[in-house]
């Protein structure tokens, strides 16, 4: 087994030294890299296909054409049209390539760094925010949160909630957010008819996986929490 993930570990560029946080840090860069590369590909066809939109009308409207160009002029510009195609297509063939074997890659690295966050035993500072946690009794919560940035609104990014209590959430969030960053909770709750809302901020981070300590929720938002908490099953 230890050999096995030792090799996978090599094929996704970690090695046993290499922390949680830097792998993730990786993984995050590598899927910036597959979106530019998509981008690319689509900006590729767009230009394609203005291109040959152009020769297309060319061709059925001679009238649109300028005077100075000759019919012999047309035959050449449609055999460019050609060879752009041809390039095209090799291009297509490449960067798919590419993507896929990104995909690959990063397939690889995600299962290593959830396997890595798994064998990882927690440090003192996590021990301690996890005795914390234990003080208020934790619930299962399964919902699609929404979680928003309050020193910049217009940052968002979302997750799924794992746990609740009165005081606190936890969550798995894909993009990493650092400890003492203050945020606005949403997630919608079966017997209100629109998202719970509420502000939080990040106690911690373990890998995807976020806790985050309620501040001051209102009258309202404290009795849905209460009630979130009897009807759950604990955790």
């Known amino acids: 087994m230890e050999d096995r993930l030792a090799a996978v570990m090599s094929v996704s560029g970690l090695s046993q030294g290499t922390s949680f946080d830097a792998g993730l840090t990786e993984t995050l860069a590598k899927l910036e890299s597959l979106e530019r590369a998509e981008w690319w590909r689509w900006t590729a066809v767009l230009i394609i296909s203005v291109a040959l939109s152009v ?41 798919q390539m590419r993507i896929s074997r990104m995909r690959r890659d990063l397939a690889s690295q995600i299962g ?47 997750g799924r909630t794992r746990d609740i209590s009165e005081t606190g959430l936890g969550a798995v969030i894909a993009d990493p957010l650092e400890s003492g960053e203050r945020v606005i909770l949403e ?6 008819d629109k998202a719970l809302s509420i502000h939080a901020v990040v106690c911690y981070r373990r890998g995807f996986h976020h806790g985050f300590e309620l501040l001051a929720p209102e009258v309202e938002q404290a009795a849905a929490i209460r009630q979130i908490c009897r009807l759950a099953k604990p955790a």
């Open 187 to 192: 997630f919608p709750v079966q017997f209100l």
């Open 112 to 158: 290593v760094l959830s396997t890595l966050e798994v064998l990882r035993p927690p440090n003192p500072m996590e021990e301690m925010q996890r005795a914390n946690r234990r003080k208020s009794p934790r619930f299962l919560l399964d919902a699609r949160l929404k979680v928003t940035m309050r020193s910049n609104p217009k940052k968002q990014v979302f």
């Open 55 to 95: 020769g297309v009308v060319t061709m059925a409207y001679p009238h649109v054409r300028p005077a100075i160009i000759s019919e012999t002029e047309i035959g050449t510009i449609l055999q460019g049209l050609l060879g752009l195609v041809l390039l095209f297509d090799i291009f297509a063939f490449y960067q």
